[in-house]
């Protein structure tokens, strides 16, 4: 999708966009209708049903199978990136509070000094950027001056060597959990298989439309229930597509409570 199309999906409430995809199918099945019942006489079609519902009827079991599969794929990523934000914010405010138990105090302001300003920064520009579709580094100055801090502290005592590896090792983790975010906030459908989407849906719509009735009005009802029904599942898949984007997608709000815990220890 293009990224002007993206903007108002994301950026609009569900129903809304859910609602002009909706009409826009019912427009353009009821145009299939209309060319196809001016180009295949009634009769014909009509001779043919039998073949027309049952390829119709298989492609359509096909067809919501391949929906099924994407829809639950797109809702494990948004939970998977859920859980990767828990986790990031979750070790920094770890990271935080055992820098508590540091003997030197000028390296424990300074260390949670660093961790308040990458919490900061997640929450007001990387999470910003996330929603726009974008990708942002503005947390990565802060967790580079905590790996530096920590990799030049000389532990004086056997409880501060401790708690530095214990705290080295969380910083890891940290890294990792943020690779996996920013991972999962560039991830989403590849195009192809929107196309796929589209191709077969179009498909199955216009097999649909060449059934034998004998009212148009009653045929284009049932074709417009039809087609209402797959445009609601794929917009519920496009809702689904970007982890971080729309009013379905993944809150920033386990790292604003580590910024509220930060602030008052």
Known sequence: MSGVLDDWIYNSP???????????????????????????SVGTREAHNEYTLFTVTNMAVLYAVLLAFIAIAAWEALSKAAEVARTEASIVEDVYFDAQGLEDKRLMIELQTALRHYLQAVVDREWPAQQA?????????????IRLTLAAFK??????????????????????????????????IPSSVWWVIGFLGVLTVGFAALAGMRSLLVHFVMLAGFTSTIVIVVSLIVQL?????????????????????????
């Open 14 to 40: 569900p129903w809304l966009s859910s609602s002009v995809f909706v009409l826009a199918g019912i427009v353009g099945s009821g145009l299939v209708l209309v060319v196809l019942t001016r180009l295949v």
């Open 133 to 145: 579709g974008r990708i942002s580094d503005a947390a990565e100055p802060a967790l580079r001056q």
């Open 155 to 188: 532990p004086a005592t056997s409880g501060d060597a401790v708690l530095m590896q214990e705290m080295l090792h969380s910083l890891n983790e940290l890294y990792n959990a943020r690779h996996a975010r920013l991972e999962a906030a560039g991830g989403h």
């Open 241 to 265: 597509d970007f982890p971080f984007r729309g009013e379905i997608s993944v809150s920033a709000e386990p790292f604003r409570q580590a910024l509220e815990h930060a602030g008052h220890d």
